[in-house]
């Protein structure tokens, strides 16, 4: 009895991984595209309550937008605990501004610009920063520390 060829055998490619951490990979820049998009429209909803009644009434006549929007930045108020932990200044001193860079660049926007809200680093709204934006003021201020 012959075993069946190994994945790869005979220029056959061999599966993708698919464990979690592979798919989350796989899905991460699909979901900070739809998280910045629904800040967009949860900013929009805020701002303009005419815009909150017209899109209420489009999604058949859900609750009225402008009052379900008020909590909606409660879980966001957070960094998450990964991220929250970064020594931002010791992560610069002893790695280097790129190694910094690329350790900020594996969080979303909605999570680098909740850390620097949290940590009170700009008095700007950041919300529609993009990464880039957002990782240059968490530069700055590990530098300046």
């Known amino acids: 009895m012959t ?6 055998a005979n220029g056959a ?11 989350a990979e796989r899905e991460a820049p699909a ?11 949860l900013d929009e909803i805020e701002r ?8 209420s009434e489009k999604l058949g006549g859900v609750a009225p ?8 930045r409660r879980g966001r ?6 991220l929250a932990a970064l020594d931002l200044p010791e992560l610069l001193r002893e790695e280097g501004q790129m190694a910094l ?3 900020l660049s594996a969080f979303t926007n909605p999570q680098l610009a909740a850390l620097i809200r949290a940590r009170q680093l700009s ?19 590990a530098r300046d520390a």
Not at 3 to 8: L, Q
Not at 31 to 41: I, K, M, S, T, Y
Not at 77 to 82: G, H, K, T, Y
């Open 3 to 8: 075993n069946p060829p190994a994945p790869g």
């Open 13 to 23: 490619s061999a599966p993708p991984e698919q464990t979690p951490a592979a798919e």
């Open 31 to 41: 979901r900070a595209f739809f998280e910045a998009l629904f800040d967009v429209v």
């Open 48 to 55: 303009n309550p005419g815009f909150a009644d017209r899109l």
């Open 65 to 72: 937008l402008r009052l379900v929007v008020k909590g909606r």
């Open 77 to 82: 108020e957070e960094p998450p605990p990964a």
């Open 101 to 103: 860079r690329e350790r």
């Open 123 to 141: 008095s700007d709204p950041v919300s529609k920063l993009n990464k880039s934006q957002l990782a240059n003021i968490l530069v700055r201020a």
